[in-house]
Each structure stands twice: as C-alpha cells, then as structure tokens.
C-alpha cells in the first residue's frame, strides 16, 4: 500500500472558523510533510516531522498549527484564516529525512476562505 | 539550497522518446537529484532519483552527466497520460525538504 490519504478533499470555511485537515500513511514512513499550492505554481513546504517530531517550520503564520499524534497520522489546525490562504494543501510521507528517499503525496485538500 | 534550471514548457508527440532537461551548475556532492511530475488536479508523483550514476525504473530513466551540473529524465516512449508539469528538484542527503521550482510544463500529442 503506497497511499496517502487526505481528508476532507475539499473545505469551505470563514475566517473566524477553526477547522483541521487530516493526512493518514500506513507505510512504516516516518517523515510526513505539509506542502502549500496555489494555482499555477509549485508547491511550498510549510512543514516537516521526522520521528513524530516537528523539524522544520518554514515560518507559517501561526494560525496554521501541524500536529503530529502519531507516526501514521499528520494534522494541520486551521485558525483564522486569510481568503489569501486559500490554496489546494497537500500532505506527504517519505521512509526517512528528505533527501535520499522519495515522497509519496497525497491528493491535497483543496481550502477556499471566505 | 541549489537550484535547478528547467525549461517552461516542451512538446512531444505520442508514442515518442521525449528528454527533459535540467540544469544544476551548484550541485553539492551530498545533493540527490529527484524528478517528480504532477497531473493536473492531482498531488505530485515521484519518477525517479538518483546520486552519481544513470537511473532506471519502470517511469523512466535518469541520465546524469559526469561533472553532475545537469540531468535529463527521459520518457522512452510518451503517451497521453505522460502530459504534466516534472520537477528537477535537488535534496540533500540529510536534513533538507524538496524544494520546488516552476517545472517544465510537457505537452503530448496524438
């Protein structure tokens, strides 16, 4: 089974709402990984967890809250967001640290704000 | 992190071999090469990667040049289902995220 999972596909929501976006692997992997897009361009990396831990933070604004509960699982809190933050999020798992293993993504979330 | 340098966009027609370039002059030597596509409304797709030596799996193949500063993906035989943006992407051995740049858009026709 190399699939990542994300729910909900897609979300709607007001900028005083608080939401959660949920990415679930039942690889083994260990690293899980939160990406940004917006249309027509690459994805950015928010976040990464290693070993349940948070070990990168591409200085998000803070009402973007990832959590990590366990190895298989990985969420994203949602706060207060910005019509800007609309974008389609997408989650990721690899073996170990980025690098020398690939990445096995999900479909993405697809987030409007209204 | 270093760079990649793709082109915007290339064409192919079905059924042809189609060569994807990439171009990383500052390439450190712990630095993995990865190719990823991604299809229109879907997540990104893993195609392959590779350190030193030439690459092959059952998506594609990878030809890394001696002095490493460029890669080419090739796609032995392009279908429709190939058309999408690849990503060159460079990632460290330890440590460090993919990084995404703009991507080379591939077209493919009948």
């Known amino acids: 089974d190399t699939e990542v999972t994300q729910t909900p596909k897609h979300l709607v929501m007001g900028m005083t709402n608080k939401k959660s976006l949920k990415c679930e692997q039942h690889?083994?992997?260990?690293?899980m990984y939160w990406y940004k897009q917006k249309a027509k361009k690459p994805p950015e990396l928010m976040f990464v967890?290693?070993?349940?831990?948070?070990?990168i933070n591409e200085s998000v604004p803070s009402r973007f809250s990832p959590e990590c509960p366990n190895s298989s699982l990985l969420n994203l809190h949602l706060h207060a967001l910005q019509p800007e933050d609309s974008a389609l999020y997408l989650c990721?798992?690899?073996?170990?640290?980025?690098?020398?293993?690939?990445?096995?993504f999900g479909p993405g979330t697809r987030l409007t704000v209204t | 992190d270093a760079k990649t340098t793709q082109p915007n966009s290339m064409e192919s027609n079905e059924e042809e071999p189609v060569h994807l370039p990439c171009n990383h002059s500052t390439i450190s030597g712990t630095d993995y090469i990865h190719w990823y596509r991604q299809l229109p409304s879907q997540g990104p797709e893993y195609v392959i990667h590779g350190l030193t030596s030439n690459v092959n799996n059952r998506m594609a193949s990878l030809a890394i040049a001696e002095d490493r500063k460029s890669s080419t993906l090739i796609l032995h035989r392009a279908t429709l289902r190939d058309a999408a943006v690849y990503y060159c992407i460079l990632s460290r051995q330890a440590g460090t995220a993919l990084i995404f740049g703009k991507g080379t858009t591939l077209s493919v026709s009948s």
């Open positions: 967890y290693s070993y349940e831990k948070l070990s």
């Open positions: 690889m083994g992997h260990r690293a």
């Open positions: 990721a798992s690899s073996q170990g640290g980025p690098g020398a293993y690939e990445q096995y």
